[in-house]
């Protein structure tokens, strides 16, 4: 990775999610751009305080070395952000999420939402009770790459994935996939599950695991509520309005420990 952009709000869940962004920029020496995009009426004199305040301290946690900068926009925050990518071809933006109540949900916030509808980079997002360390210790070293065993358009989705993984200690990856007990796997999407397996290996250790649900969330919930050991959940996104508003955030239940990774099947 060369570059990785970190909005902030200046939130409990956006400080949360920086510090994962700090990691991934320390352990990959990818640039860091942590930006903050201030609404009309905002005191951009306290903005860049506040700023100065958190780039300061992520030096002073993670070492002057680190190769950070800040910056303040103004606008609505889909364009802004996306004029930001142009501007920096970011490989990952990395945002927060608080979850629901009683930790049984994550509802992804509806900035992030917009985001994740309207711009074309991979999107780390980070609930607010999730931490680094878990990725490297206690057991949380298992990626659970979900799929509707499409075929992808783009070879190069996947790149950032197996990126983040080989950060973990020991990974392993499970392609998991959904489908009705008495429905058979035709041939193409036989061929693409075995294509996703061999797509991280020598390098990570892959398997492929079906379970059997009617309902595709359902039964990714299921899984990794058996499952303790993941520490990454990562998705494709293939329609980006209706797909991921559908099933990325009114219907999607999980723990809300667990960070997600959303990519995109997009050459463009």
């Known amino acids: 990775m060369k570059t990785i952009i970190a909005p902030i709000d200046f939130s409990d869940a956006s400080h949360n999610a920086l510090l994962f962004a700090a990691e991934l920029s320390k352990r990959t020496s990818a640039r860091l751009i942590v930006v903050h995009i201030a609404q009309k009426g905002d005191d951009g004199i306290e903005v860049n ?16 070395d680190l190769p950070c900068e800040s910056v303040a926009m103004q606008g609505n925050l889909v364009e802004t952000l996306n004029g930001l990518i142009g501007l920096h071809q970011p490989d990952l933006i990395v945002m927060g999420t608080k979850g629901a109540s009683g930790l049984k949900k994550i509802l992804i916030g509806s900035n992030t939402v917009k985001v994740l509808a309207k711009v074309r980079v991979p999107v780390l997002i980070i609930p607010e009770v999730a931490r680094f360390e878990k990725f490297l210790k206690g057991g949380k070293n298992r990626v659970v790459l979900a799929t509707d065993l499409y075929e992808l358009n783009n070879d190069d989705a996947l790149d950032i994935l197996k990126k983040i993984a080989l950060l973990m200690e020991e990974p392993k990856i499970r392609v998991v996939s959904v489908r009705p007990k008495k429905k058979d796997l035709d041939d193409l999407k036989r061929m693409e ?17 079906t379970v059997f649900r009617n309902s595709v969330l359902e039964g990714i919930n299921l899984y990794l509520n058996k499952k303790k050991d993941t520490g990454l959940i990562a998705m494709i996104a293939r329609d980006s ?28």
């Open 241 to 268: 309005g209706h797909l991921i508003q559908k099933h990325y955030t009114r219907e999607m239940a999980s723990h809300t420990e667990l960070p997600l990774l959303v990519m995109h099947d997009d050459k463009d």
């Open 49 to 64: 305080k506040k700023l100065e305040y958190v780039t300061s301290n992520l030096h002073k946690l993670f070492g002057s």
């Open 193 to 209: 599950r075995n294509a996703l397996v061999s797509r991280f290996t020598p390098e990570i250790p892959s398997e492929w695991i």
